[in-house]
């Protein structure tokens, strides 16, 4: 998602590699590697949290390059892809976190700005995911019942 609330009109990221080859020092075979991430989601990682792990403890860029498939991709197949989105659960983690916070200190207006700010996110993105389909068409972000969304 691109700046929505600021002046900023930069999209910054880092740019993957223009070989599209595995690299020559990962020693795992695709069938390993897909193991792995299904014992990592299994203890509760996201597939971001995932792609980090394998990139910091296992020396692996790009999991694409090696298995032909995304994260997210292979926990699909497997039956262990989450609920609901990754930036989708944040993006509530985030409301939850400050409505938490709104409770205690009334006067906070800026607080409730942002609050406001990223429930307007929280609902345009889950239109898109409604859209294409990553979301039932009945899902709805309902503040009150979204703690227990993030609970778990």
């Excluded at 600021?6 to 075979?29: D, H």
């Excluded at 939850?96 to 709104?102: D, E, Q």
């Excluded at 609902?123 to 409604?130: A, D, E, V």
Aim: net charge positive.
């Amino acid at each position: 998602m691109v700046r929505m609330h600021t002046f900023g009109k930069g999209r910054a990221r880092s740019s993957i590699p223009y070989v599209r080859t595995a690299p020559v020092w990962i020693k795992q075979t695709p069938d390993e590697l897909v193991e792995t991430i299904c014992q990592y989601s299994k203890k509760g990682m996201t597939p971001s949290q995932i792609g980090v792990r394998l990139r910091d403890q296992h020396g692996i860029p790009q999991v694409f390059q090696v298995t032909g498939k995304r994260i997210l991709r292979i926990l699909k197949q497997k039956g262990l892809s989450p609920e609901i989105p990754e930036d989708l659960y944040f993006l509530i983690k985030t409301a939850v976190s400050i409505r938490k916070h709104m409770r205690n200190n009334r006067k906070d207006t800026n607080a409730k700005y942002r609050l406001i700010l990223i429930e307007s996110r929280i609902h345009r993105i889950s239109r898109y995911y409604k859209r294409s389909k990553r979301l039932p068409p009945t899902w709805k972000y309902n503040w009150r019942t979204a703690p227990t969304l993030v609970s778990g």
